[in-house]
């Protein structure tokens, strides 16, 4: 069974604040994804990582894939009340798992004005 | 854009009922799933299909059955619906590329 361990698990900045989370597994994963999700909602795609320490922009956030598809990090810049909600990684499966995802526990994220 | 809808954002039923949970994606997807999330216990997967007509038990299927009829649609049935099936439901669609899951708004379902 595959694991994904998503950290912290609560957070709560000021705004203008940077913050990282952490997905970490024993695992290898053929790609990353994380999501976020607003309460009541569904989750959002946010970014797809799939090779081995890349890394990915989207405006203020950062993601990372870790070399060994083991591990992930989102890293938010000057963290906005806007930034704030519930999010996700999750990691895609090989072979016959291909298609199924193994999520992380979450990270709330609440970003005080 | 990748659309899944699902038949109701708010539901409420009584402990024996019988519950219908329908989902709709428009982007001819083969993989369907459903999920269900708790605080604390995260996304846990209920069922998945990659075809229609195709169904496969996911972490934990008791108390639910599913149904495939068309490619676009994939439903979630409560047999007998109990308290502890109160929950919120999401449906999500895969596209061919990197694992991508794409989630409708969720049901949030409570059993009475």
């Known amino acids: 069974t595959q694991l994904l361990e998503q950290s912290p698990q609560f957070l709560s900045i000021q705004e203008g604040e940077n913050l990282t989370v952490y997905c970490n597994s024993s695992?290898?994963?053929?790609?990353l994804q994380w999501y976020r999700q607003e309460p009541g909602e569904g989750p959002v795609l946010l970014v797809t990582?799939?090779?081995?320490?890349e890394v990915k922009k989207l405006k203020r956030l950062t993601f990372q894939f870790g070399d060994a598809r083991k591990d992930s990090s989102l890293h938010i810049t000057a963290a906005q009340p806007g930034d704030t909600g519930l999010y996700l990684c999750a990691g895609g499966g090989y072979g016959t798992s291909y298609g199924k995802l193994t999520f992380g526990q979450g990270t709330i994220l609440t970003v005080h004005p | 854009d990748v659309k899944v809808t699902q038949s109701s954002r708010y539901l409420v039923k009584r402990t024996g009922e019988k519950v219908f949970l329908e989902c709709v994606q428009d982007?001819?997807?083969?993989?369907m799933f459903w999920y269900r999330q708790d605080p604390g216990l995260g996304l846990r997967l209920i069922y998945f299909s990659y075809d229609v007509k195709m169904k496969e038990k996911g972490d934990i299927p008791e108390g639910y059955s599913v149904s495939r009829e068309k490619k676009e649609r994939f439903s979630l049935i409560l047999e007998s619906a109990s308290t502890n099936q109160t929950s919120m439901y999401l449906c999500?669609?895969?596209?061919?590329?990197?694992?991508?899951?794409?989630f409708g708004p969720g049901t949030r379902l409570t059993v009475l």
């Open positions: 990582v799939v090779t081995g320490g």
């Open positions: 695992s290898v994963f053929s790609s």
């Open positions: 999500a669609s895969l596209a061919a590329s990197y694992n991508e899951q794409f």
């Open positions: 982007m001819d997807h083969e993989n």
